[in-house]
């Protein structure tokens, strides 16, 4: 069994799976412990500040529970290849990365061998998000995997800059006008310090006027400092009860005890408590599971540029730097820079002069654990 993450949510786990029985169980993390975590990761205490989670969280563990022998690995997931995974029957995943779930589900996906009944290795998939949380179990290949539900996200591109600067709806488009325009107006070239209590005042202050003018209710100076620092709480009952769910599915798996889940259980304890389980089905071209090129529709008009911050902003696609080639031609290098400064120019030229319409565009982005294949329609 291997288990990736020794956090908040893997501190859970981890210490779930031991007092289940699971008898070796190998841990990945990549973080060292901070003071802040100290409050719900309860395997770490303050003398642990510094130290590798994964190695802290494994001799805990194995001191509390007897018998159970914890092999930890401080790295990233990415450190490994299929040959490692190969070994486990199973892997669970408490991350609170996106990119680190989508490089290990792209790689179990990739390591099925039809043939080989063995190298299906189920992932089961915890998250939380303050009082939000879900439990999913992948099979990969049979079922829908985590990138086929990547449109699920929230799009992480913010409110378009027009509403924060002329028409504010909400309390948070407040806060960003005053950090992302007024700041610097008035402020000039000082730079924001997001830990600096004065500055977020000022910010607050300033929010806050503007909500008045616009009459926007509920600006606070916590909010505000969420929003600046883009805090999502973590809560530790939602950590404890996504982990349950996990190791409850981990072992009915092993053990086929019982029907696990299928395939995707929501939690939502903000108001009262609210659970949902659905099926979530695979899609039609997923570029991992479904591995074929997806339409993407453009405008013909569009510069290269301006096709690329599209991209950006589709939730499912989540690229930061991109590299993009055809068949036929280096698009876009966003390094390195030999390759960049040739194909920088293209940056400015119109889609319709570097591609026809229907021509299949690669991309690869440090943030995809694959190379996505769009079919740019001109519409
Ligand atoms: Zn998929």
Redesign the pocket.
């Known amino acids: 069994m291997l288990q990736s993450g020794a956090g908040g949510l893997g501190c859970e786990i981890l210490k779930n799976l031991a007092l289940s029985g699971f008898k070796d169980i190998h841990v990945i993390d990549m973080d060292t412990i901070d003071v802040s975590n100290l409050n719900r990761q309860f395997l770490f205490r303050q003398a642990d500040v510094g130290k590798p989670k994964a190695t802290v969280a494994a001799e805990f563990v194995m001191k509390r529970v007897k018998g159970v022998k914890i092999t930890p690995y401080y790295g990233a997931i990415q450190d490994k290849g299929p040959d490692y995974y190969m070994q486990f029957q199973l892997v669970i995943c408490g991350l609170d990365s996106v990119e680190a779930r989508r490089w290990i ?1 792209a790689t179990l ?1 990739e390591m099925v061998d039809p043939q080989n009944p063995e190298s299906l290795k189920p992932l089961i998939d915890g998250g939380t998000e303050g009082f939000k949380g879900q439990s999913r179990v992948i099979l990969p290949t049979l079922g ?6 990547l449109d699920m996200l929230t799009p992480r591109t913010a409110v378009p800059m027009c509403t924060l600067a002329s028409i504010p709806r909400q309390p948070a488009h407040c806060i960003e006008w005053a950090s992302i325009l007024e700041w610097p107006r008035v402020m000039g070239d000082k730079k924001l310090d997001n830990d600096d209590p004065e500055h977020i005042q000022w910010l607050y202050e300033k929010a806050l006027e503007r909500a008045r003018e616009f009459n926007i209710s509920g600006v606070t100076y916590s909010m505000t400092q969420g929003v600046v620092k883009n805090i999502i709480p973590a809560i530790a009952s939602t950590n404890a009860i996504i982990a349950a769910s996990c190791c409850n599915e981990a072992l009915k798996i092993v053990t086929s005890s019982n029907p696990y889940l299928n395939n995707y259980m929501m939690y939502i304890g903000d108001e009262g408590v609210y659970t949902h389980t659905f099926a979530h089905e ?2 039609d071209g ?5 591995n074929m090129a997806t339409d993407f529709h453009a405008k013909a008009d569009w510069t290269l540029d301006e096709f690329i911050e599209r991209l950006k902003e589709k939730p499912d696609v989540q690229i930061k730097k991109p590299t993009l080639t055809t068949e036929r031609r280096k698009l876009y290098y966003a390094g390195p820079p030999q390759l960049n400064e040739l194909t920088k120019p293209n940056l400015d030229k119109r889609l319709k002069d570097l591609l026809d319409s229907g021509e299949e565009v690669a991309i690869t982005d440090p943030g995809l654990p694959f190379s996505l294949r769009l079919n740019v329609i001109f519409s």
């Open positions: 589900n996906v829908s995997c985590y990138e086929c539900s695979q899609k997923c570029p991992v599971c479904g």
